[in-house]
C-alpha cells in the first residue's frame, strides 16, 4: 500500500483523533486570521482616534518672542506662505497634514476676535492622507460656538467683516478653547484683511510615527526642519504626540504578546494528540515495524496527517476567523470598523504555514514512534 492510502485509512480510523487535532488546528489558524484582520483594523482605528486629537506641531517664525506667542496664542511674526510648500516639497520628512495659518486679535462688532486665515491641507509629495481639517471657500466664513450665540448670527448669514461682505457658511460646535471665539476664513481672505499679502504666521503639522526609538522625536523634528526652513521653528505639543505613540505601541505589543500565546497552546494540544496516538497505536507500530516498514514510512504516516489535518484547518480556520472579524469587528472598531475586509492573502499564508505547523508540532511524537523497538514492544504487549 503507498503512503497516501494508508494517511487517509488513518485519518478514516482515527477519527476521533484526527477530529480533535483538527479543532486544535481550527483554533490556531481562526485566532491568527480573526487577530491579524481584527489587528489591522484596531491599527486604522487607532490611527484615526489619535489623529483626531489634532494637529501636534507648531511651526512658527524662528525669531518669534516666545512670550508674547504664549501670552496670546499665536506668533507677532509672520514668513512667507511658499515656506509651506517648500516644506511640502521634501521626502522622507517626519512632517504630515501641514496647515497654512495667519492669525491675528481684531476688533470686530465691539469685541476682540481671533481672526484665523486657512488654506486646505497640503500633503507632502510621498504622502497622501484624507484631510483632518475643515476647508473653507474664498467669501465664506466659520463662526466659532461663543461667537455665533452671542452675537445671534447663524449658518447662510450675510455679514460685514472689516468692511468686507461675507457669508456664514457654518457655525462650528462648542470647542472649549480660542476656537470659540475666533472667526475661520479662507487665508487669502484673511491676509487681504488685515493687510499681509502671502505672508502666515504658523503652520500646523502632525508628526508621522516612525522615529528612530534611541532619539528623542522633537530632535528629529528640529533637524528635518533646520535643512528645510531655518528661518522658521518647531514647538511639539508633548501631551499629544506621547498619547498617539504610547497607544500605538499598546496594540502593537497586545498582538505580539496575545497571538504567539494562543499559537503555542494549539501547538501543545496537537503535539499532546499525536502522543497520545502514538501510545495507543504502539502495538500497531512494532508489527509495521517487524514486518519491515521502514521509519521514514512510518514518519510519512503520522506526519502526511498533520499535514492533511493543517491544510483542513486552515480552510475552515480561515473562514471561522473571517467570519468573526466581519461579525464582531464593527461592533468593537466604531469609526474603521465597517472598512473591514476579508484578507484572502492571509489564506495563502494559511495553507502554507498551517500544515508546517501541524507537522511541526507532531515532529516530536512521530521521532518517538519511529524510534521505538519493535522487539520490545511487542515482547511487552
Known amino acids: 500500500?503507498?503512503?497516501?492510502?494508508?494517511i487517509f485509512s488513518e485519518i478514516r480510523h482515527r477519527k476521533?483523533?484526527?477530529l480533535l487535532?483538527?479543532?486544535?488546528?481550527?483554533?490556531?489558524?481562526?485566532?491568527?486570521?480573526?487577530?491579524?484582520t481584527a489587528g489591522?483594523?484596531?491599527?486604522?482605528?487607532?490611527?484615526?482616534?489619535m489623529r483626531d486629537l489634532g494637529l501636534n506641531l507648531r511651526i512658527i517664525p524662528a525669531h518669534t518672542a516666545m512670550d508674547k506667542f504664549w501670552a496670546t496664542g499665536f506668533s507677532e511674526a509672520t514668513m512667507p506662505e511658499d515656506c509651506v510648500h517648500r516644506l511640502?516639497?521634501?521626502?522622507?520628512?517626519?512632517?504630515?497634514?501641514?496647515l497654512p495659518l495667519l492669525r491675528r486679535q481684531v476688533a470686530w462688532r465691539d469685541r476682540e476676535v481671533i481672526l484665523v486665515g486657512i488654506l486646505p491641507e497640503i500633503a507632502p509629495v510621498d504622502q497622501r492622507q484624507p484631510s483632518m481639517s475643515f476647508k473653507i471657500d474664498p467669501g465664506s466664513i466659520y463662526l466659532g460656538h461663543e461667537l455665533a450665540r452671542d452675537l445671534g448670527l447663524k449658518t447662510g448669514d450675510a455679514v460685514d467683516l472689516l468692511g468686507r461682505e461675507f457669508t456664514v457658511a457654518k457655525?462650528?460646535?462648542?470647542?472649549?478653547?480660542?476656537?470659540?471665539?475666533?472667526?475661520?476664513?479662507?487665508?487669502?481672505?484673511v491676509q487681504g484683511l488685515v493687510g499681509m499679502p502671502g505672508r502666515i504666521n504658523e503652520i500646523q503639522a502632525l508628526n508621522c510615527l516612525c522615529f528612530d526609538t534611541k532619539r528623542d522625536a522633537l530632535d528629529v523634528l528640529r533637524e528635518q526642519?533646520?535643512?528645510?526652513?531655518?528661518?522658521?521653528?518647531?514647538?511639539?505639543?508633548?501631551?499629544?504626540?506621547?498619547a498617539r505613540e504610547n497607544q500605538r505601541r499598546m496594540i502593537e505589543d497586545y498582538l505580539a504578546v496575545i497571538l504567539p500565546c494562543a499559537l503555542v497552546v494549539c501547538a501543545a494540544w496537537i503535539g499532546l494528540l499525536a502522543m497520545v496516538n502514538v501510545r495507543e497505536r504502539r502495538q500497531e507500530i512494532g508489527l509495521l515495524r517487524a514486518l519491515g516498514r521502514g521509519s521514514g514510512r512510518i514518519a510519512a504516516l503520522f506526519l502526511g496527517k498533520a499535514v492533511v489535518v493543517g491544510i483542513l484547518g486552515a480552510a475552515i480556520g480561515f473562514g471561522l476567523g473571517t467570519g468573526l472579524a466581519l461579525i464582531y469587528g464593527?461592533?468593537?472598531f466604531h469609526v474603521t470598523g465597517q472598512t473591514i475586509k476579508p484578507m484572502y492573502g492571509l489564506l495563502g499564508w494559511s495553507a502554507v504555514i498551517a500544515p508546517a505547523f501541524a507537522a511541526l508540532s507532531a515532529f516530536l511524537p512521530t521521532m518517538v514512534a519511529v524510534a521505538q523497538d519493535p522487539a520490545v514492544i511487542l515482547r511487552e504487549e
Open 1 to 6: 500500500m503507498n503512503t497516501p492510502y494508508l
Open 16 to 18: 476521533l483523533n484526527v
Open 21 to 36: 487535532s483538527l479543532l486544535g488546528m481550527v483554533a490556531a489558524v481562526t485566532l491568527f486570521v480573526f487577530f491579524f
Open 40 to 49: 489591522e483594523a484596531s491599527r486604522r482605528e487607532t490611527t484615526r482616534i
Open 88 to 98: 511640502a516639497a521634501h521626502t522622507g520628512l517626519n512632517y504630515s497634514h501641514l
Open 171 to 189: 457655525c462650528l460646535p462648542e470647542n472649549g478653547s480660542h476656537q470659540d471665539i475666533s472667526v475661520f476664513g479662507h487665508l487669502h481672505d
Open 225 to 242: 526642519l533646520a535643512s528645510v526652513l531655518p528661518e522658521a521653528k518647531v514647538i511639539q505639543i508633548r501631551s499629544i504626540a506621547e
Open 330 to 332: 464593527p461592533g468593537v
